[in-house]
């Protein structure tokens, strides 16, 4: 479904009571026609752990896709010197954010956008946060993957990619004030890293005396990660302790009746790192290039 025709829309201005009503209530009434219900406010409670268990700091640019009243990328600007930007469709919203920031004194860092999710560039953001949907979600779910740089943190509440990228970490916890906006009084706080893209064929190189060399086969779901090695007398042994997480990677494969296990770092087409040799022989630099995606 296009943004045009939302499922998802919600927050109402939260912690921003210096705004008029009447403005408020009108755009509620904008939006109770565009979608069939209204605005769910997201409490500063909710937005204050998102950023949390984002670790947003001052080196941080957020981008809040479905920006609302615009207090997550406001809060972050304000609290914690982020920059950052806020996409929704609705027009009055986005005036009322831009109002806000430089209310706030953050309009150098915090501008918010008339703006499609879907069309919106985030590639420069090193953290997004969503309120949208399940169908939403689903629907964004490539976009965020495919155009976020590996490390990048993504959070969402109360709801989740679907069970093919599961988060990274999640957190729930009683918040009475949801309850008498949509019953429940409880949120939860969804963490995803955006994983390094490593599927492919790998050539990997031990720097040790013996100048060991494996083919790397590795297969890819969002942060989970299998595949297999051969070579050093190996022949498709599979992976096993394998990690993904943004750019460092780490995974382990039988050699010698012990096995190697690997640590390190993926950067494009290449990855390097050390690797604790079978049979307690000691530490080592390894290294691997990409030979075929």
């Not at 990228?165 to 309850?179: H, I, L, N």
């Not at 990855?271 to 630099?285: D, F, P, Q, S, Y």
């Given at each position: 479904?296009?943004?045009?025709?939302?499922?998802?829309?919600?927050?109402?201005?939260?912690?921003?009571?210096?705004?008029?009503?009447?403005?408020?209530?009108?755009?509620?009434?904008?939006?109770?026609?565009?979608?069939?219900?209204?605005?769910?406010?997201?409490?500063?409670?909710?937005?204050?752990?998102?950023?949390r268990m984002a670790k947003v700091?001052?080196?941080?640019?957020?981008?809040?896709?479905?920006?609302?009243?615009?207090?997550?990328?406001?809060?972050?600007?304000?609290?914690?010197?982020?920059?950052?930007?806020?996409?929704?469709?609705?027009?009055?919203?986005?005036?009322?954010?831009?109002?806000?920031?430089?209310?706030?004194?953050?309009?150098?860092?915090?501008?918010?956008?008339?703006?499609?999710?879907?069309?919106?560039?985030?590639?420069?953001a090193t953290v997004v946060t969503?309120?949208?949907?399940?169908?939403?979600?689903?629907?964004?779910?490539?976009?965020?993957?495919?155009?976020?740089?590996?490390?990048?943190?993504?959070?969402?509440?109360?709801?989740?990619?679907?069970?093919?990228?599961?988060?990274?970490?999640?957190?729930?916890?009683?918040?009475?004030?949801?309850?008498?906006?949509?019953?429940?009084?409880?949120?939860?706080?969804?963490?995803?890293?955006?994983?390094?893209?490593?599927?492919?064929?790998?050539?990997?190189?031990?720097?040790?005396?013996?100048?060991?060399?494996?083919?790397?086969?590795?297969?890819?779901?969002?942060?989970?990660?299998?595949?297999?090695?051969?070579?050093?007398?190996?022949?498709?042994?599979?992976?096993?302790?394998?990690?993904?997480?943004?750019?460092?990677?780490?995974?382990?494969?039988?050699?010698?009746?012990?096995?190697?296990?690997?640590?390190?770092?993926?950067?494009?087409?290449?990855?390097?790192?050390?690797?604790?040799?079978?049979?307690?022989?000691?530490?080592?630099?390894?290294?691997?290039?990409?030979?075929?995606?």
């Open positions: 479904m296009k943004q045009t025709c939302l499922e998802n829309r919600r927050r109402v201005v939260l912690a921003l009571g210096a705004l008029p009503l009447a403005r408020l209530a009108g755009a509620a009434d904008i939006e109770l026609q565009r979608t069939g219900g209204p605005y769910v406010p997201t409490p500063q409670v909710v937005v204050d752990e998102m950023l700091d001052s080196d941080d640019f957020v981008v809040d896709l479905g920006s609302g009243d615009g207090i997550i990328v406001l809060t972050a600007a304000q609290r914690l010197k982020a920059r950052g930007f806020g996409v929704d469709i609705d027009p009055e919203l986005v005036a009322l954010s831009n109002g806000e920031a430089k209310k706030r004194g953050v309009a150098d860092r915090a501008t918010f956008h008339v703006r499609d999710v879907f069309k919106a560039d985030i590639s420069m969503l309120y949208l949907l399940p169908g939403m979600m689903s629907d964004l779910r490539s976009k965020i993957f495919g155009e976020l740089r590996p490390g990048t943190r993504v959070v969402s509440h109360d709801y989740h990619f679907g069970d093919d990228w599961r988060p990274d970490d999640q957190y729930t916890w009683d918040v009475p004030e949801k309850e008498k906006v949509n019953g429940v009084p409880r949120a939860t706080i969804y963490l995803w890293i955006i994983p390094a893209k490593v599927a492919g064929r790998w050539q990997l190189r031990l720097a040790t005396p013996a100048a060991e060399q494996y083919d790397l086969t590795l297969r890819q779901s969002y942060q989970s990660l299998e595949g297999t090695a051969a070579g050093g007398g190996a022949k498709g042994v599979r992976l096993s302790q394998s990690r993904l997480q943004g750019e460092d990677i780490s995974f382990a494969f039988p050699a010698g009746g012990d096995r190697h296990r690997f640590k390190g770092r993926v950067s494009g087409n290449t990855m390097e790192g050390t690797v604790e040799l079978a049979n307690g022989k000691g530490v080592a630099r390894w290294s691997a290039t990409r030979t075929k995606v």
